[in-house]
């Protein structure tokens, strides 16, 4: 079978793609260009020298598989930056590797392979697809509970999902690098990435005041009830439960309860008043079954790290869900995503409103 | 779609990026690596012999280009060639006061950077526009040229449209107003004949990978009597102008390439022009959406460049890679990634045609068999990628 692998140059995915060639199938390397890597207007030094581009190059010339880069900076600006700056304007917090994943991935990537007559993307993401009796494509998480990352992938459609691989979501992280190991890739022992890529020095707000300087504007920090504490700079510095940064002393610390885009103002209060029993998500994409009617007992997971809990989730109109947790949950965040669970399997998710 | 150990014949139509070496190349390149390894400067046999292939290489490549050969200056390749004549001419005769350099927009990029690295310590510079069909107007140059002029440096056949610039009218013009004249030949050597003096120039790069011959060297056509400044300071090799143990295996390389360049031109350019134009009208006939671009009056013999109306090129080059066939979008150096090309944008095309166009460059080894499989597989993958493509890149 001809795959396009999706080579970031990190140890994941050039060993999911080392493994499917091992397997006999004809692997294709695609490293996607998804900004500029020169660094301003300044066109010596750093051409086509990236280290990651050259990591993945090195391992598809060690494999011996063909690896080409494409350029997909306009599409990444259009689909992931744009939702990153906008997200933050409107005073919600951006969950960008989703977006790649299902806008971009999965997405213009997919297309671009299946030009090349590859009718699946592989990527190097901890998550497991399984194919159930009925023909519905399921989304599970990854065998090693540390690495799983199945909560950023939660927007991808049956026919998405159709078409994706994950090899090295039935491995531990450790199996990964005694594979790169193994295979003798130079990769084995490179640090796992944890900022957001295009964010290197993980300054969000410098980036956002780069982009987008129009979003940047001061205003009011506002109690609950609603008397000014203090003044900000930008509501875009602010992401619900945050507690540094506030520059407001006080008796008891205080965390961000809510941003209001339009007035310009952030709220602050203490911590037991950022908790909440009940959301809505819009945007939700159902995996596992179809949209329920009636509700449904799931854990559900409110950001990337967060331990999932258990609560019940019914489908509303409009593509949106209501879940409605056990216990009250602290910042629950506009903009991240609620991903609904059974057990290991994704049921669905949707974007926090 | 063949799996891919199925891609046993590979065809390679991206000669102007670069070319297979041929087999006496080899023979005499593997002679001097293995007995000859004298340095060129010592007194003794073994130096002898070796200065003695270095000079039969100068006069090999002389002879290419019509001119003497204490005039050929060997280099690293291309872009050197190119560095010591823009920096080596602006930076000797920096005193006179003569400050501007001009060079057309469709310059290799080793030209381009050099003059905006000079612009960024201070040089004048101008970028000459050109028309449509990808070739400079005397009468811009003419409009151009100052009495501060002190370089005009012009290519003298384009490197991803092939097109022929008119450099003898250039250099005249330049001439005229008391400025110096350089050509990259480095896209025409080998190709059409060549002759320094026929194209009154001062100054003109080669390259020795693109006609056959080893990476690594080239050579720079220096009239008698110009002084340029050198960029590598040390020893006296090249008559003072480039410091260094010469590379003399790529160097005697270089020479027996020029050698049977000039040998083969006669015969090999119309055979070329045949199977060019028999590739470009297959692909005009066969895949709808597609068009020449640059001149098709003056052009080398062995390149086309065509563009593919809605399809991204940089799909189109893998998937032909994919296929066994090799093409490219443009210069190789950028290649890694799909950036516009400035040579189509300086002829006015939009943003789209200028990043879906592909470039077949033909050379020695290519047969009408290969053209006619390139022909036949092309519509396949053409309509492929267009029936896929949801988000074509914007006009």
């Known amino acids: 079978m001809r795959i396009v692998v999706a080579m970031s140059g990190g140890v994941d995915s050039s060993v999911a793609a080392a493994l499917l060639a091992e397997q006999g199938h004809d692997v294709i390397g695609l490293s996607m260009q998804l900004y500029d890597q020169r660094g301003g207007e300044q066109t010596w030094g750093s051409c086509c020298t990236l280290d990651d581009l050259h990591d993945a190059r090195r391992v598809a010339s060690i494999i011996g598989f063909p690896h080409y880069i494409v350029n997909f900076e306009r599409q990444f600006r259009e689909t992931v930056i744009s939702n990153f700056v906008q997200e933050y304007a409107s005073g919600r917090t951006p969950l960008p590797c989703a977006h790649c994943n299902s806008d971009l991935k999965f997405s213009t990537l997919l297309e671009r392979a299946r030009g090349f007559g590859a009718e699946h993307v592989a990527t190097g993401h901890y998550a497991r697809v399984e194919h159930d009796e009925n023909g519905r494509w399921l989304l599970k998480r990854s065998v090693d509970p540390d690495k799983d990352q199945s909560y950023f992938l939660f927007s991808l459609t049956q026919d998405q999902l159709a078409r994706a691989m994950f090899p090295v979501g039935t491995l531990a992280k450790s199996e990964v690098r005694s594979h790169a190991r193994r295979l003798g890739l130079a990769v084995a022992e490179k640090p796992d990435s944890q900022e957001i890529c295009f964010i290197p020095d993980g300054d969000y707000a410098a980036f956002i005041e780069r982009k987008e300087p129009a979003v940047v504007r001061g205003g009011a920090i506002v109690d609950e009830g609603g008397h000014q504490l203090g003044t900000h700079a930008g509501i875009h510095r602010f992401t619900i439960g945050q507690r540094k940064g506030l520059g407001i002393a006080s008796t008891v610390p205080l965390y961000v309860l809510g941003i209001d885009a339009d007035a310009g103002a952030v709220m602050v209060g203490p911590r037991t008043a950022l908790e909440r029993v009940r959301l809505t998500a819009s945007g939700v994409n159902w995996i596992g079954i179809a949209a329920p009617a009636r509700r449904v007992r799931v854990t559900a997971q409110i950001r990337h790290r967060h331990k999932p809990a258990p609560g019940v989730v019914c489908a509303l109109p409009d593509g949106r869900a209501e879940m409605i947790f056990d216990d009250p949950q602290a910042a629950i965040t506009p903009g991240q995503a609620v991903v609904f669970y059974d057990g290991e399997a994704v049921v669905g998710g949707g974007w926090i409103e | ?395």
């Open chain 2, 1 to 395: 779609m063949l799996r891919f150990e199925e891609i046993v014949h590979r065809i390679y139509l991206d000669h102007n990026a670069t070319t297979p070496l041929l087999p006496a190349v080899i023979d005499r390149m593997t002679a001097i690596l293995r007995e000859e390894f004298g340095n060129p400067s010592s007194v003794h046999h073994f130096g002898q012999q070796a200065k003695a292939a270095v000079d039969d290489a100068r006069s090999q490549v002389a002879e290419l280009v019509g001119g003497d050969p204490s005039e050929v200056l060997f280099t690293s390749g291309g872009t050197e060639g190119d560095n010591i004549a823009i920096r080596g001419a602006a930076e000797a005769l920096e005193a006179t006061g003569r400050k501007h350099l001009i060079a057309s927009a469709i310059e290799h990029e080793a030209v381009l950077n050099t003059i905006k690295a000079l612009a960024r310590r201070g040089w004048q510079t101008t970028l000459l526009p050109v028309d449509q069909t990808g070739i400079v107007s005397p009468a811009a140059l003419r409009d151009a040229l100052t009495e501060k002029t002190v370089l005009v440096s012009v290519m003298h056949a384009n490197n991803e449209i092939g097109t022929i610039q008119p450099v003898a009218e250039l250099a005249q013009l330049a001439h005229e107003r008391g400025a110096l004249f350089h050509t990259d030949a480095v896209q025409s050597a080998g190709k059409i004949p060549l002759n320094v003096k026929g194209l009154g120039v001062d100054m003109l790069s080669l390259s020795a990978h693109k006609l056959y011959g080893p990476k690594g060297v080239g050579a720079l056509w220096i009239r008698r009597g110009l002084r340029v400044m050198p960029l590598l300071t040390g020893g006296r090799q090249e008559r003072n102008r480039r410091a260094g143990t010469e590379n003399v295996p790529g160097i005697v390389g270089m020479g027996v390439a020029a050698s049977i360049a000039a040998d083969k031109m006669a015969d090999e350019g119309p055979r070329l022009a045949a199977l060019r134009d028999r590739l470009e009208a297959g692909i005009v006939r066969t895949v709808p959406g597609t068009a020449v671009n640059g001149s098709r009056d003056h052009r080398v013999p062995n390149t086309t460049n065509i563009s593919f109306d809605r399809v991204e090129a940089e799909s189109l080059l893998i998937a032909l890679d994919l296929e066994g066939v090799a093409v490219s979008t443009g210069s190789a150096c950028s290649s890694g990634t799909l950036e516009p090309s400035h040579v189509l944008k300086a002829m006015g095309f939009n943003a789209h045609r200028t990043q879906n166009s592909i470039r077949f460059s033909l050379g020695a080894s290519n047969t009408e068999a290969e053209i006619d499989r390139v022909i036949a597989v092309l519509p396949t993958i053409v309509e492929k990628l267009r029936s896929l493509t949801r988000t074509p890149a914007r006009a």
